[in-house]
Protein backbone atom coordinates (compact mmCIF):
# COMPACT_ATOMS: atom_id res chain seq x y z
CA UNK A 1 0.00 0.00 0.00
CA UNK A 2 1.52 3.47 -0.67
CA UNK A 3 2.10 5.88 2.12
CA UNK A 4 1.95 9.48 2.39
CA UNK A 5 -0.10 11.74 -0.04
CA UNK A 6 -0.30 11.49 -3.85
CA UNK A 7 1.20 14.39 -5.72
CA UNK A 8 -1.14 16.19 -8.24
CA UNK A 9 1.58 17.25 -10.16
CA UNK A 10 2.12 15.07 -13.69
CA UNK A 11 5.42 15.63 -15.91
CA UNK A 12 4.19 15.46 -19.63
CA UNK A 13 7.23 15.20 -22.39
CA UNK A 14 7.23 15.93 -26.48
CA UNK A 15 9.38 13.82 -28.10
CA UNK A 16 11.21 16.96 -29.00
CA UNK A 17 11.62 17.04 -25.29
CA UNK A 18 12.30 13.37 -24.20
CA UNK A 19 15.29 13.22 -26.80
CA UNK A 20 17.88 15.10 -25.22
CA UNK A 21 16.81 14.30 -22.06
CA UNK A 22 17.67 10.63 -23.06
CA UNK A 23 20.83 11.82 -24.89
CA UNK A 24 21.90 12.88 -21.11
CA UNK A 25 21.73 8.89 -20.03
CA UNK A 26 24.25 7.76 -22.48
CA UNK A 27 26.89 11.12 -22.22
CA UNK A 28 29.67 10.15 -20.68
CA UNK A 29 31.12 13.79 -20.15
CA UNK A 30 28.07 15.73 -18.35
CA UNK A 31 27.53 16.30 -15.29
CA UNK A 32 26.67 13.72 -12.80
CA UNK A 33 24.21 16.08 -11.45
CA UNK A 34 22.43 16.69 -14.78
CA UNK A 35 22.24 12.63 -15.64
CA UNK A 36 20.68 12.05 -11.99
CA UNK A 37 18.20 15.10 -12.92
CA UNK A 38 17.31 13.87 -16.37
CA UNK A 39 16.81 10.12 -14.73
CA UNK A 40 14.26 12.24 -12.45
CA UNK A 41 12.85 13.53 -15.25
CA UNK A 42 12.26 10.78 -17.17
CA UNK A 43 11.13 8.59 -14.61
CA UNK A 44 8.28 10.94 -13.18
CA UNK A 45 7.14 11.23 -17.38
CA UNK A 46 6.35 7.47 -17.30
CA UNK A 47 4.45 7.97 -14.11
CA UNK A 48 6.50 7.15 -11.24
CA UNK A 49 5.67 8.25 -7.55
CA UNK A 50 7.87 10.83 -6.08
CA UNK A 51 9.08 7.98 -3.47
CA UNK A 52 10.00 5.64 -6.21
CA UNK A 53 11.79 7.50 -8.30
CA UNK A 54 14.09 9.25 -5.15
CA UNK A 55 14.29 5.30 -3.97
CA UNK A 56 15.66 4.58 -7.62
CA UNK A 57 17.75 7.31 -8.22
CA UNK A 58 18.85 7.38 -4.17
CA UNK A 59 17.98 10.49 -3.20
CA UNK A 60 15.35 12.34 -0.67
CA UNK A 61 12.04 12.32 -2.15
CA UNK A 62 12.27 16.65 -1.06
CA UNK A 63 14.99 16.55 -4.11
CA UNK A 64 12.62 15.04 -6.46
Sequence with gaps: MA???T?????????DER???EHWQRSPTLAAGLV????IILLLA????HSHVAQVVGVQRTVV
Design 36 to 39: RRGK
Design 7 to 15: SSIRSVLSA
Design 3 to 5: RGR
Design 19 to 21: HPV
Design 46 to 49: VGHS
